[in-house]
C-alpha cells in the first residue's frame, strides 16, 4: 500500500465523526500488547488552553533532558504533525508503517479516526522508548481514546468552558464532570482557578479517587510583549523573568499551570526539571496559530488564531486590543465550524471589526459562509460584512481593499489553509 492509499484510508474513517467510548481503543490496544504503559504520561484536557499547556510542558520536559513523546490534535498542516518525539514529526516510514499495521488488526474498520491515530501515537512512544508522553485529549476527556492511560505523572485540566455542549452537557457543571473523567487513582490533579460549579466536579472526582488537587490560583503578569517576534517576558509571583513565545494574555495562566506541575513532579517523582529548564522550555516552545503574528510584503501583517469557541474568542480579543493593530482597520476573515457557537463566539470579538469577510473552509464540518454572515450582520450592525466561497477569494478581498492587517481566526482548520495560502503569496 502507498503512502497516498494508506492515508485515503485513514481519511475514509471521518476525522469529524465522533463516537465516544473506550471499548473499542481497548480491544484494539490489547491485541498490541499495552503499548501505552510502556512509558509515563502527562495527560491534558480543557476546553482551551491544553494545546498550548502541553506544549510548554513538552517544551521543558526536552530542555531538561527527558525523551519526550508528544500528542496533539487537531494538526494544521498533516497527520504526521500529531504525533511526535523530542519534537520532531513520525517520519513518514514510521507513520505510514504503523498505520498499515492498524488497519490490518481492523477489518471490520470499527475504529474512529482518532482511535488510530490514537494507536499509532502510543506505538511510536513504545518503540521510541522515550522518558515520558505530554498527551492531550480529543475531546472531553472521561471517554476519550486517550483516557486508556491509567496511571499519569499528573492529570491537567486547564479551562472550563461551553464547547462540544451536544456532546459534554449544558452546563459548566457537566462539562466539568466529563474532563474530570481523566483523573485516576491517586494521581495528582492539576486544574486553575476555575468557576466555583466546574471546580466542584473536579473536587468531587479527585475527593472520591484520593487524587491530590492542586488549584493554581495566582497567574503570571506580562511585562513586555514583542509582537513582532510572537513572544513576551511574564514576571511570576515570586519575582523571576521568562521569556516566553507565545503570544496571548490567557498564556500566562497555561504558563503558571505547566511550571505548578512539573515543580510538583520534581518534588514528589523521579522527574527533575530545574528553573533553568522550565525557563529554557519556555523561550524555545512552537505553537503555531494561536495569535501568530506573520509579516508580509509592503508592510502588511497577518495574524491567525485559531480562537473556535467563545472562551477562546474573549481571549483573544483581550490581547488583540492591546496589541499595536487593534486601532488599524482590519480586515477579519472568519470561518467557523457548524457545531459551534457562533453567535457567542462573534459576540466575543471586538466590536471595532468594520471589514468582515465570512468564508466556508473546505472541512465537512465547516458552516457556511451565508450563515456565519448573517450572524456577523446581527453582532455588528455597523460592519461592512461579505461573504466569500473560498479562503482564497477573501484573501483577494483583503488585497483587493488595501487594508494592511488581516486577521484571520474562528477555526484550526481555516488558520491552516490561511498559513499556506499566505506562504504563496509571499508572507
Not at 35 to 41: C, G, I, V
Not at 159 to 188: M, P, Y
Not at 348 to 375: E, F
Request: include cysteine; proline fraction near 4%; charge should be negative.
Amino acid at each position: 500500500m502507498t503512502l497516498e492509499k494508506s492515508l485515503q484510508a485513514l481519511e475514509e474513517r471521518q476525522e469529524h465523526k465522533i463516537v465516544p467510548g473506550l471499548e473499542r481503543i481497548s480491544r484494539h490496544l490489547s491485541l498490541l500488547g499495552y503499548p501505552h504503559k510502556d512509558f509515563r504520561s502527562i495527560h491534558v484536557a480543557g476546553t482551551n488552553g491544553k494545546g498550548s499547556t502541553c506544549a510548554i510542558l513538552e517544551s521543558a520536559l526536552r530542555a531538561a533532558g527527558y525523551k519526550t513523546g508528544f500528542y496533539l490534535s487537531p494538526h494544521l498542516e498533516s497527520p504526521r504533525e500529531r504525533i511526535r518525539v523530542n519534537g520532531e514529526w513520525i517520519s513518514t516510514g514510521d507513520f505510514k508503517r504503523l498505520l498499515e499495521k492498524i488497519l490490518r488488526l481492523d477489518p471490520e474498520k470499527e475504529l474512529t479516526y482518532f482511535e488510530i491515530l490514537t494507536s499509532l501515537a502510543f506505538q511510536y512512544f513504545s518503540e521510541q522508548k522515550i522518558d515520558v508522553a505530554v498527551v492531550e485529549t480529543g475531546l472531553g476527556g472521561r471517554l476519550d481514546a486517550t483516557n486508556v492511560i491509567e496511571k499519569p505523572l499528573a492529570s491537567v485540566i486547564t479551562s472550563i468552558d461551553f464547547d462540544h455542549t451536544n456532546w459534554l452537557g449544558n452546563t459548566l457543571q457537566e462539562i466539568a464532570r466529563e474532563k474530570a473523567g481523566i483523573i485516576k487513582e491517586g494521581c495528582a490533579v492539576f486544574c486553575p482557578q476555575l468557576p466555583q460549579t466546574a471546580l466542584s466536579s473536579i473536587q468531587e472526582k479527585a475527593l472520591s479517587l484520593g487524587a491530590p488537587l492542586n488549584v493554581v490560583e495566582t497567574s503570571w503578569s506580562v511585562k513586555k510583549i514583542d509582537w513582532g517576534n510572537n513572544s513576551q517576558i511574564l514576571e511570576t509571583p515570586w519575582g523571576e523573568e521568562a521569556k516566553l513565545t507565545l503570544l496571548g494574555a490567557s498564556q500566562c495562566g497555561n504558563a503558571a499551570l505547566a511550571w505548578a506541575v512539573l515543580s510538583y513532579l520534581t518534588r514528589n517523582q523521579d522527574l527533575k526539571v530545574s528553573h533553568a529548564d522550565m525557563q529554557k522550555g519556555l523561550s524555545l516552545v512552537s505553537w503555531p496559530g494561536r495569535f501568530e503574528v506573520i509579516p508580509g510584503p509592503d508592510g502588511k501583517m497577518a495574524i491567525l488564531d485559531g480562537a473556535h469557541n467563545p472562551e477562546a474568542m474573549r481571549n483573544f480579543s483581550k490581547t488583540w486590543e492591546k496589541s499595536p493593530w487593534a486601532q488599524t482597520e482590519a480586515v477579519w476573515i472568519i470561518g467557523m465550524m457548524r457545531d459551534k457557537d457562533i453567535y457567542a463566539s462573534l459576540k466575543s470579538l471586538p466590536q471595532q471589526a468594520r471589514s468582515i469577510v465570512a468564508v466556508s473552509s473546505l472541512h465537512p464540518r465547516a458552516a457556511q459562509s451565508s450563515d456565519i454572515a448573517k450572524t456577523a450582520r446581527e453582532v455588528f450592525p455597523l460592519a461592512q460584512v461579505l461573504e466569500a466561497d473560498n479562503l482564497e477569494e477573501s484573501l483577494d478581498i483583503w488585497q483587493n481593499e488595501e487594508r494592511e492587517t488581516l486577521v484571520v481566526c474562528g477555526s484550526l482548520y481555516l488558520v491552516d489553509f490561511a498559513r499556506k495560502s499566505l506562504a504563496k503569496r509571499g508572507f
